[in-house]
């Protein structure tokens, strides 16, 4: 599990991330509803994981920072 603000606010870094991703065999686990804060429509934070179930993920709304945070259950395959 990878998870954090990765900056991805432009079609250069979201590709570089995209990349970096399926060289790692990795999945995101994108939050429906999502309220991840966004910077020119690219979503900034993220969980990544592999070799596991994702059960749930959401993502909140924080009056305490300009991201909110960013909750994900998983179950071993």
């Known amino acids: 599990i990878v998870a954090g603000d990765f900056n991805r606010w432009n079609p250069r870094r979201e590709r ?6 399926e060289q790692e065999q990795l999945s995101e686990a994108a939050p429906t509803p999502d309220h991840r804060t966004r910077v020119f429509g690219y979503p900034l934070d993220a969980v990544f994981y592999r070799g596991l ?3 749930d993920v959401q993502s909140m709304r924080s009056q305490a920072s300009d991201h909110g ?7 071993v395959k």
Do not use: T
């Open 16 to 21: 570089l991330l995209q990349r970096w991703a």
């Open 53 to 55: 179930e994702l059960d």
């Open 69 to 75: 945070p960013l909750q994900a259950s998983f179950r």
